[in-house]
């Protein structure tokens, strides 16, 4: 299936500290006058840290949007112009005090596919060690270490609420660990 | 882990046809002051459409927003005062020609929770029979069957990018048909 869009308007909202909005008039196959709002969102990057007795780290944090205290994986966006591995080293440094030696790759997704551009790269990170940088001022995050086991016991039971986590973890369960499948 | 968050400004920046786009000033701890800017989006649910002989009813369409060609679970917005089980029976009959006999809740969380208000819903839907209701005008959706073996091929090569999909498989496969943990 392929369809036809031209752009009639393609209209800047807003330019925000963090994120852009849009809304663009399109037309569909000749025909179909519609809208589409969405947000410009830098490419960004989530990491499973591993440590060598088999914990992940995971941050808590609270979600102003959702009034939401949330247990996460580490994440943050890339910044222009920085490469992706140079983003890795340094949101893991800033959320959870440890650095890597290695990435692999788990997954590529778009998290909000309708409305953002926002396009998420998880990877597991291996040979952990104590490095810290000073967090992003208006971050409040605590750190906290669980065994595979206990985050698929809390996923289980609906108790993380974030996508990135739940999708990061059970694909990483799923085809680097490949548990059962 | 709990921090005090005081609201200086709450402002509403856009109000579109399908969302809502507001940022507001804040003073964490009573001493940071940052912003947060996000999209008010509804409750949505997301639906595993499962046939008698295990086969998965998939819809492809083209995701403006960043220029792909998707295939996705069948999705949708509830609409203003509608029930959640009435929502998910005219989404799965818009976009598959299907509705449902059962439903079987697989996941409830955030697909973008730091910038997004979309809460989405996520049900396995059996007994399926034959009924259709006319698509949004603005909807283009090919209607695809796979069995999930096959998805979870798909998932696996990293050939399905939209986020609620991959995270709604695996927690079926996971969880509900509990596979291998």
């Known amino acids: 299936m392929k369809i036809d869009v031209k752009v009639k308007k393609h209209e800047k909202i807003y330019t925000g500290k963090f994120i852009n ?5 399109i037309i569909i196959n ?19 840290p591993v440590t060598e007795d088999n914990r992940i780290i995971m ?10 205290y949330s247990l996460e994986i580490p994440a943050g966006k890339i910044d222009e112009g ?40 998880i990877y597991a990170a291996y040979d952990l060690i104590k ?13 906290k270490f669980f065994t595979l086991d206990e985050i698929l016991e809390l996923i289980k039971e609906n108790k993380i609420m974030d ?5 990061s973890i059970l694909a990483y369960v799923t085809f680097i660990q490949k548990k059962g499948l």
Do not use: W
């Open 59 to 68: 941050v808590e944090q609270y979600r102003y949007t959702n009034d939401y």
């Open 163 to 167: 996508g990135k986590t739940v999708l």
């Open 131 to 143: 490095k810290e940088l000073p967090p992003d001022e208006d971050e409040f995050i605590e750190v």
């Open 82 to 121: 920085e490469a992706l591995e140079t983003a890795a080293h340094r949101e893991l440094q800033e959320e959870t005090g440890y650095d890597f030696g290695r990435l692999e790759k788990v997954y590529e997704y778009y998290p909000a596919i309708s409305y953002s551009k926002e396009r998420l790269i």
């Open 30 to 48: 000749n025909k179909v006058n519609t809208r589409r709002e969405y947000i410009y969102y830098p490419l960004a990057v989530g990491i499973i």
């Open 21 to 25: 909005f849009y809304a663009d008039d």
